[in-house]
C-alpha cells in the first residue's frame, strides 16, 4: 500500500487538536506555554489562536502576573463551543445524552426502542435533537452488537440493522462525524476512565443483558476486539455438553435480578474462570442491576473451585447505563477535539 503523505490540512487539523487538548486539560495557557508543550513555533502558535478566537472557540482567561516585561495573555478553551451526542440503542430503551467540550450534560433523555424501526427512524429521532442542539459535532451510537469500523456485522433479531454501515449512513445523512461502538465495548471504556485503580488496566465487563449476554475486554488499556472484530460475544463460549453460557444461563427462566439459583451461578463462575485463565485480567465487572455484593462473593468463591483463588481478578459491580454513556460520551469527545471531518 502506497503511505499516504500528510498534507497542509493534515498538519493544521493536528495543531488545532492540540490546542483543544492542551486548553481543555490544563484549564488556561498562554501562546508561550502552548509553545513550548507543543513543539510549534511561536508566530504559528498566535495564528492559530487567533483564528480560534475569532470564532468564539477560544476566550481571554486573563493575564499573568508581570514578571517585569509585558504581561502574557492566557487562553482558555469555551466548552460550548462544540457539543457532542452519545445514544445507545438497546432492547427495551434507547437514552441519549448531549454533552460539552468538558463532557457536561447539556441534556439528558429517553424514548422506547428504537432498534424496533429502522435507520430511517433513528435517523429521525437524532434528527430532532440536531434542530434543539445545532452545534453539535459528533455523534456516538451505541449497539448490541458487534461492530467493523462503524459496521454492524452482527446483531441477532434486528435484520434492519444486521450488516449495515450505520456509521456512513448517519454521515450521509447529517454530515457530523460519527463513531459506532458495541455496547460492552463503551461500557468498559467508561467504567476504565472513572474507577479503574490501574495503569494500562486489564478490564472485563460482563452483561447478562437485555439481549443476550456479553463483554467488553480491555488489556493493557486497550480494547480488544479479535481479528474479525467477534470478541467479547461470550454468550457463544461453550461451558457445559450441549450448552453454551447462553443456554446455561437460561434467562427465560432466570433468578429475580441480584439473585442466582445453583446453575446460574455455576454457570457465571465457570466464565470469571474462563476469563482468569485466558486473560488473567484485573478486575471483572458487573452490572449492578444484576448482582449484590453477596452474590458476588458466591461468585468468588465457586470460582475459586475451577481456578487457584490467589489468581482471580477482583469482582465489583457498577452502574452500566452509565459506564455506557460514558464510554460513548469518551468517543465523541475525541471526535470533536481531533476536528474528524467526513
Given at each position: 500500500?502506497?503511505?499516504?503523505?500528510?498534507?497542509?490540512?493534515?498538519?493544521?487539523?493536528?495543531?488545532?487538536s492540540?490546542?483543544?487538548?492542551?486548553?481543555?486539560?490544563?484549564?488556561?495557557?498562554?501562546?508561550?506555554?502552548?509553545?513550548?508543550?507543543?513543539?510549534?513555533?511561536?508566530?504559528?502558535?498566535?495564528?492559530?489562536?487567533?483564528?480560534?478566537?475569532?470564532?468564539?472557540?477560544?476566550?481571554?482567561?486573563?493575564?499573568?502576573?508581570?514578571?517585569?516585561?509585558?504581561?502574557?495573555?492566557?487562553?482558555?478553551?469555551?466548552?460550548?463551543?462544540?457539543?457532542?451526542?452519545?445514544?445507545?440503542?438497546?432492547?427495551?430503551?434507547?437514552?441519549?445524552?448531549?454533552?460539552?467540550?468538558?463532557?457536561?450534560?447539556?441534556?439528558?433523555?429517553?424514548?422506547?426502542?428504537?432498534?424496533?424501526?429502522?435507520?430511517?427512524t433513528?435517523?429521525a429521532?437524532?434528527?430532532q435533537?440536531?434542530?434543539?442542539?445545532?452545534?453539535?459535532?459528533?455523534?456516538?451510537?451505541?449497539?448490541?452488537?458487534a461492530?467493523?469500523?462503524?459496521?454492524?456485522?452482527?446483531?441477532?433479531?434486528?435484520?434492519?440493522?444486521h450488516?449495515?454501515?450505520?456509521?456512513?449512513?448517519?454521515?450521509?445523512?447529517?454530515?457530523?462525524?460519527?463513531?459506532?461502538?458495541n455496547?460492552?465495548?463503551?461500557?468498559?471504556?467508561?467504567?476504565?476512565?472513572?474507577?479503574?485503580?490501574?495503569?494500562?488496566?486489564?478490564?472485563?465487563?460482563?452483561?447478562?443483558?437485555?439481549?443476550?449476554?456479553?463483554?467488553?475486554?480491555?488489556?493493557?488499556g486497550?480494547?480488544?476486539?479479535?481479528?474479525?472484530?467477534?470478541?467479547?460475544?461470550?454468550s457463544?463460549?461453550?461451558?457445559?455438553?450441549?450448552?453454551?453460557?447462553?443456554?446455561?444461563?437460561?434467562?427465560?427462566?432466570?433468578?429475580?435480578?441480584?439473585?442466582?439459583?445453583?446453575?446460574?451461578?455455576?454457570?457465571?463462575?465457570?466464565?470469571?474462570?474462563?476469563?482468569?485463565?485466558?486473560?488473567?485480567?484485573?478486575?471483572?465487572?458487573?452490572?449492578?442491576?444484576?448482582v449484590?455484593?453477596?452474590?458476588?462473593?458466591?461468585?468468588?468463591?465457586?470460582?475459586?473451585?475451577?481456578?487457584?483463588?490467589?489468581?482471580?481478578?477482583?469482582?465489583?459491580?457498577?452502574?452500566?447505563?452509565?459506564?455506557?454513556?460514558?464510554?460513548?460520551r469518551?468517543?465523541?469527545?475525541?471526535?470533536?477535539?481531533?476536528?474528524?471531518?467526513?
Amino acid at each position: 500500500m502506497k503511505e499516504r503523505i500528510a498534507t497542509p490540512k493534515d498538519r493544521s487539523r493536528l495543531i488545532y487538536s492540540g490546542i483543544r487538548a492542551a486548553l481543555l486539560t490544563h484549564g488556561s495557557m498562554t501562546k508561550v506555554e502552548l509553545s513550548a508543550m507543543l513543539g510549534i513555533s511561536f508566530p504559528t502558535i498566535s495564528k492559530f489562536l487567533s483564528d480560534m478566537e475569532s470564532e468564539g472557540e477560544l476566550v481571554a482567561a486573563g493575564l499573568d502576573e508581570s514578571s517585569g516585561g509585558r504581561r502574557a495573555q492566557r487562553y482558555a478553551y469555551n466548552p460550548e463551543h462544540m457539543l457532542g451526542l452519545a445514544l445507545f440503542l438497546e432492547k427495551n430503551e434507547t437514552h441519549y445524552a448531549v454533552f460539552n467540550c468538558l463532557g457536561e450534560a447539556k441534556e439528558r433523555g429517553s424514548t422506547t426502542s428504537l432498534l424496533e424501526g429502522n435507520a430511517e427512524t433513528l435517523s429521525a429521532y437524532i434528527a430532532q435533537i440536531l434542530e434543539r442542539h445545532p452545534r453539535i459535532r459528533a455523534i456516538a451510537v451505541g449497539v448490541p452488537g458487534a461492530v467493523n469500523n462503524g459496521k454492524i456485522i452482527f446483531i441477532p433479531c434486528y435484520e434492519a440493522f444486521h450488516d449495515f454501515d450505520l456509521k456512513g449512513y448517519l454521515e450521509e445523512r447529517f454530515r457530523i462525524p460519527v463513531v459506532v461502538e458495541n455496547d460492552m465495548n463503551a461500557a468498559v471504556l467508561g467504567f476504565n476512565e472513572k474507577k479503574s485503580e490501574h495503569v494500562n488496566p486489564s478490564i472485563v465487563y460482563l452483561y447478562f443483558g437485555q439481549n443476550g449476554p456479553g463483554a467488553g475486554i480491555l488489556v493493557n488499556g486497550d480494547i480488544v476486539r479479535g481479528s474479525t472484530f467477534f470478541a467479547g460475544e461470550v454468550s457463544f463460549l461453550p461451558q457445559y455438553e450441549d450448552r453454551n453460557f447462553t443456554q446455561a444461563l437460561d434467562r427465560a427462566h432466570a433468578s429475580p435480578p441480584g439473585r442466582m439459583n445453583e446453575r446460574e451461578l455455576d454457570a457465571v463462575s465457570r466464565m470469571v474462570a474462563s476469563c482468569t485463565a485466558i486473560l488473567n485480567p484485573h478486575t471483572i465487572v458487573f452490572c449492578r442491576d444484576e448482582v449484590s455484593e453477596t452474590l458476588l462473593d458466591r461468585i468468588a468463591e465457586r470460582s475459586a473451585a475451577y481456578v487457584p483463588p490467589a489468581h482471580l481478578p477482583d469482582l465489583t459491580a457498577s452502574d452500566w447505563r452509565q459506564d455506557y454513556l460514558d464510554g460513548l460520551r469518551s468517543l465523541g469527545l475525541h471526535r470533536m477535539i481531533s476536528g474528524a471531518s467526513v
